[in-house]
């Protein structure tokens, strides 16, 4: 397994961005046979290319009906929330989508948060067919992921315990933000076949720089993946803005 450096596909703008995000999820979908996993991300960067896949250029070039969506993070809010990432993913992407509600997977939020992280573990041991991660069988087909200004990813958030989760796919997060937060840990995010981070803005430049050197010092650097890697980086966060 090596760091996340993988292939930078650069654009001028946060627009380009996402046409070319989309074009790549397409493409992927295109090239993989059978049922496939997607993890989605939240965050304002993935919004366009959410709306550009659910659009007309793009819905009908996808096979919809072999892909199952779950989520890389949520805050521990109602769906209804205007904070929720499966709010804005329905919003932007899924509501306009020709999927069922048996191909959504949402992040439970009824309950505590310790319980929901056990929940949303389960269904996704449920939909991989085993209890224990193979190196051999990535649990995602496709991972969306975000980077923050501090070099989280998900919500791997700088400090936290979570950091040094390794056994459990699931965790809460209760510190770090305002609200609590349940995400995905290393081991889950590790087991992608293909990983493409969106990162849009000046601020993201250096945990940019960190997260694809590897650098433990960011939560981004510190994913260690078998996964094609792709970055989708405008050129204000590749910090030749």
Not at 135 to 153: K, Q, S, W, Y
């Amino acid at each position: 397994m090596s760091s996340p450096a993988g292939r930078l596909e650069i654009s001028d703008d946060p627009h380009t961005l996402a046409r070319l995000a989309a074009e790549w999820f397409v493409n992927t979908v295109s090239r993989t046979s059978g049922s496939l996993r997607v993890c989605l991300s939240g965050g304002s960067t993935p919004k366009e290319m959410y709306t550009l896949l659910a659009g007309a250029e793009f819905r009908s070039r996808l096979s919809w009906k072999r892909l199952e969506f779950f989520w890389g993070d949520e805050r521990f809010v109602p769906h209804g929330d205007p904070a929720s990432n499966y709010r804005m993913a329905m919003e932007t992407l899924l509501d306009h989508a020709p999927v069922s509600t048996e191909q959504i997977h949402p992040v439970p939020v009824q309950g505590t948060p310790a319980a929901c992280a056990m929940q949303y573990e389960t269904l996704l041991k449920q939909s991989y067919g085993a209890d224990e991660l193979d190196p051999l069988r990535p649990l995602f087909h496709i991972m969306l992921l975000g980077l923050g200004a501090d070099g989280h990813t998900a919500s791997l958030i700088p400090g936290q315990p979570v950091l040094d989760e390794r056994k459990r796919w699931v965790a809460a997060v209760s510190e770090g933000r305002p609200e609590t937060r349940i995400t995905l840990t290393y081991p889950a995010i590790d087991s992608s076949a293909k990983i493409a981070f969106l990162v849009t803005g000046a601020e993201k430049a250096n945990a940019v720089r960190l997260a694809r050197a590897g650098d433990l010092s960011v939560p981004a650097g510190r994913i260690r993946t078998d996964a094609a890697v792709t970055w989708f980086v405008d050129r204000a966060a590749l910090g030749s803005g």
